[in-house]
Structures are given as C-alpha cells and as structure tokens.
C-alpha cells in the first residue's frame, strides 16, 4: 500500500501515505478531556445533569472528528518520481515542485508528529511532508534516487537517520 511502482519506473511516481491511526489517535487525545464534562458538571452543580445528552453529543463529535480525520488521510498522498515531488497544502489543494525548485526544508512538532515545511524560493510552505509515512525507508530510497545530493530535502533525510 506504500508505493505503487518500482523505483526505478521511469514515469510512474511513487505514492507514499500516512496511516489512519497517527492522526485519528491525536484527534481522540484532543477530544478525551471532553470526556470529563459530564461528572464535573455533576459534582459541581450538585444535580443530576442530562449525562446522557451530555454523553451522546460527546459521541456525536468524536464521529464527526474521525470521518474528517479519515477522509483528510485518505486524500493526503506524496508523490514522488524523477521530476519533483507532489503533495497538498493546508487546504488539500494538490502542489508540485520540481526537485531543482525546493529551496529548503523546515522540521516542525505538530503534537508529536514530525513534518516538514517544504519551501520554493518563491513560495514558503508550499506543502508539509510528513515523516511518519506508511513506508518511510521507500520515501527516503525514492528521494535519494531521484534528488540531487544538494537538495535539501534529501540533505534533511540523509542527517536524520531516526525517521525511518
């Protein structure tokens, strides 16, 4: 499921994905205090509250959390090939950028997920490159084959070895 070709087809790119569970397991994490309300809300109001109301809209946001959570994974794919990479935006608008284009690459934390901003010399931020891929050893034999030494997101790959 991690990449549909081999590395050294000519025309066809590597597709690289993220896995549902990293993304959806931050989505419950963010959402578990919520979880919290309903006895708090007893204890401190002394009554007995509609718990179950309470309990069904928690349930009712986690299931709108997830498919979002789903459906963005599904839609977030890296393609990589002898041209240049593709991926999507903030907005999941598909970008592309030629190897010889990438101008530099910046680590960023999002809660425990390592990415990277990929930047052009005319467009900070094009697109994020997560580094919790599917198959991260592809990822990084694909760019390695296909990038320049100087490039530098091959340069960021090849110095952070923990990314695998």
Known sequence: MSSTAPLHGADTPR???????????????????????????????????PVVGLFTGLLGTFLLVSALTAST???????????????R????IRRRVTWGEIASVTPML?????Y????????????WVPLF????????????AYATPENPLRRFLDGHLEYQ
């Open 110 to 114: 999002v809660p425990g997920y390592p």
């Open 89 to 92: 935006d903030n907005w999941l």
């Open 15 to 49: 597709v690289f994905n993220i896995p549902l569970f990293r993304p959806l397991r931050l989505a419950c994490l963010m959402l578990s205090p919520l979880m919290l309300l309903p006895p708090l809300a007893m204890f401190f109001l002394g009554e007995a509250v």
């Open 133 to 144: 891929l599917t198959d991260m050893a592809g990822f990084r034999d694909a760019v390695r």
């Open 116 to 127: 990277l901003l990929l930047s052009t010399r005319t467009r900070k931020w094009l697109f």
């Open 73 to 87: 994974v599904r839609l977030y794919r890296l393609e990589v090939d002898t041209a240049g990479i593709a991926g």
